[in-house]
């Protein structure tokens, strides 16, 4: 018998089957079960696939029990301190960090391609004055092939690459009209003299917020360092909910224009991208600084717990690594005093209250990046309803790489979960007069 197999033995029939193991460059072996069902005639029971791999990917990977965040093999710390956003969306869709001459074309072509055709800016004028802007950002992204349906042929590979720059490049602008439109504001267009992180604040804050923008067009470079650091960190996180459901629609030969709509649809879930919102409205419940010790009482009650948000992470056993580097720049924005707000000193003392109690400790609930990504947005004095607009904007590069490497595979195996019934047995139809 092979060490590199497993073996799975119906107890019932008496069969025993060799499973292969599969062994990646970094990571747990992984068993390849596909011909489960042809050899003993049953499935397998994952629910949350917490188990169970669907994909083979060269792009991110994550070791939960010590912390680690690795896109392309570059540890999140070194590229978070080093890199420029652009650098790592180059990196995530082609695999190497850029030369500075690669670097340059790839950020121009972001730049030109940020753009929006005039006929997709009437397009919000469809929606409602108080739309969400996630609404708006799932509606518009997926009728992007709609206007740019020149380069469609999904086996073209220059294509394919266009459509990754395309929707590199507008995301942010659709975002910022989103919320433009939500607030009653005309559009900013895109600059060309300004980088990714400037650009964006510029068309959501453009003669609107003293904070960001004076009459010279003076962007603070502190929101865009912080702007530019959360965006790394939320650029992929190997195969999340949206992500998976980004390469699901793929598997069915859909554009990608409809793939990536789809991803933001998952992300908008309170449970996925919108969790930093969530630990912003759980502050505002707490309320003041004297009432942390009782809501922490409440967590532990096993009887009628209170859920702190932010704390803790379904992946990550250990500490978050993208929470140890985001919490310096969230200590760094709100003690450099331009953003004063109780809630701030209320998120401050309740991460202090949290890291040094046993309770949270031995179970090892420290606070995650979104406990800190929500309170950097609020100090950039992005609205709450944008929280999960930014989280797109930031995972965009992710689900694009994703997407190319899926469509470089020869062939592509329509996804198509099996279920376990536990309906209604086969029964008899009764007319209405029968029943």
Known sequence: MSKDTLSIRHNRTGREVEYPLLKGTLGKETVDIRSLYKDLDCFSYDPGFMVTASCRSNITFIDGEAGV????????????????????????????????????IFVQEIGKRSILDESLRVFFEGFHYDAHPMAMLVGVVGSLSAFYHSELNMKDPEHRRICAMRLIGKMPTIAAASYRHSVGKPFVFPRLDLNYCE????????????????????????????????????????????????????????????????????????????????????????????????????????????????????????????ARIIRQTCHDLLNSGK???????????????????????????????????????KALNIPVEMFTVMFAIARTAGWV???????????????RPRQLYSGPDKREFLSIDER
């Open 69 to 104: 965040l690795l896109y392309r093999g570059y540890p999140i710390e070194q590229l978070a301190e080093n890199c420029d956003f652009m650098e790592v969306a180059y990196l995530l869709m082609y695999g190497e960090l850029p030369n500075r001459s690669e670097l340059d």
């Open 339 to 377: 953003n004063a707000d109780p809630l701030f000193d209320l998120a401050l003392a309740l991460e202090e209250y949290a890291l040094q109690d046993e309770y949270f400790i031995e179970r090892k609930l420290y606070p995650n990046v979104d406990f800190y990504s929500g309170i950097i947005y």
């Open 199 to 322: 650009n964006f604040l510029n068309m959501m804050f453009s003669r609107s917020s003293p904070n960001y923008i004076d009459p010279n067009h003076y962007i603070d470079p502190e929101a865009v360092k912080a702007l530019n650091l959360s965006l790394i960190l939320h650029a992929d996180h190997e195969q999340g909910a949206s992500t998976s459901t980004v390469r699901l629609a793929a598997s069915t030969g859909a554009n990608p224009y409809a793939c990536i709509a789809a991803g933001i649809a998952a992300l908008w879930g309170p449970a996925h991208g919108g969790a930093n919102e969530a630990v912003l409205n759980m502050l505002a419940t707490i309320g003041t600084v004297d009432r942390i010790p009782e809501f922490i009482a409440k967590a532990k009650d096993k009887k009628d717990p209170f859920r702190l948000l932010g704390f803790g992470h379904r992946v990550y056993k250990n500490h978050d690594p993208r």
């Open 401 to 415: 790489s994703h997407w190319l490497e899926m469509m470089d595979e020869p062939n592509i195996p329509i996804g």
